[in-house]
């Protein structure tokens, strides 16, 4: 328990988990990592104020969340980064009014603060249950799509670079702009596959692409797809692991091999590669991994995989076909590259990452997405 923790109990109304949720999870990785905090304002002033937290948080990290008061939080964004968009953020606001908060120093204030902030949440926070497919057209993406650069980790130094870039529905954000609905794990589910199928359809259109994507694209972009048959027909080259878009599937499609098997096929046939997400030490050790017809398998770490059931798993697999996800100290690093495995992502690897310039995503993407429109070929919603 961080030092300074409140010892009240922080869980037992309702209101109080998704900020907690936000500051838990951020909590999680704190190295060189802050909050940001926004003091109440103007209606127009804070609209712009959440425009510019939301633009920040594409280069600098972290999730854009609600305090109390209508104050606004960037939470888990970069330090260095933070600090200049404190500076805007304090001219806008015309004095010294926003406060940065360490998430190593200041773990037991944050939580004191997110836990009072539940307190004061009101009970209908969130759409209604009627209105929830209209409310998820409406969101802005930006709210809720995590971007996370991949590395890959020279075998015989351990340097690292950017290899491919993730867009994601992160979970703990969308539940807390749920509401009270953010709670029932059916509703989070359908609500994270209506913004999956939005997204496939807001990288090809230059403005909402640069938005999400940023302004470079360092090799294959990951997103996620809802659990839909292909629709259309594609013209991309086959072997889709080797171009420039990869859609990620979830455990549950093991369950028909077959079925499996033919998307994999069709994705292929339209330049896509096919990734199966959700791969812990657990899982590692009931599946016959080599038998999945997928292209890539994400590892999700955690000390579990020292089981030797796991390691004896992996023996069997290419670690050319091997992404090691939530790479968040020395441990998992060292593990990864005992196995071989070249690609890896978490918030460890990005101050080894060494500068580069990769090509501008725009260009990359069209030509990976190259079908008779500005969209690439995409799953159904």
Known sequence: MPEGFATKDVSATPQQAPLLAVMREALRAPSGRVALRVPVMAPHRRRVARALLQEGA????????????????????????????????????????????????????????????????????????????????????????????????DPASGACRPAFLRLSVAAVPLAALLGSLGADADLLEHASRSLAARLLQAIGDPVQGRELMGSVLPGPLHLPVPPAPIS??????????????????????????????????????????????????????????????????????????????????LGRVPPERLILSGVEDQLALDWGRRHGILRMEGRFLEAAAAPARPPVAAAVLGAAARQGGTSPPRPAA
């Open 58 to 153: 594409l280069v600098a990290g972290g999730v854009v969340a609600e305090g109390p008061n209508e104050e606004l939080l960037l939470i888990g964004a970069e330090a260095g980064r933070a600090e200049r968009l404190r500076g805007l953020l304090d001219r806008l606001l015309g004095g010294q009014v926003t406060r940065i908060w360490s998430l190593e120093r200041d773990a037991g204030a944050l939580l004191a603060y997110a836990a009072e902030a539940g307190t004061q949440g009101a009970a209908g926070a969130g759409p209604a249950l009627a209105g929830l497919d209209t409310w998820l057209r409406s969101l802005p993406l930006t709210q809720v799509v995590r971007r996370q650069i991949g590395m890959r980790v």
């Open 232 to 313: 259309g027909r594609g013209e991309g080259a086959q072997g889709g692991a080797r171009g420039g878009l990869v859609a990620t599937v979830g455990l549950e499609v093991v369950s028909d091999p077959a079925a499996l098997a033919a998307r994999r096929d069709s994705l292929a046939g339209q330049g896509w590669g096919l990734e199966l997400d959700g791969l812990g030490a657990s899982a590692l050790r009931i599946l016959e991994l080599a038998a999945l017809p997928v292209d890539w398998l994400r590892l999700v770490w955690s000390p579990a995989m020292a089981h030797p059931g796991v390691v004896e798993a």
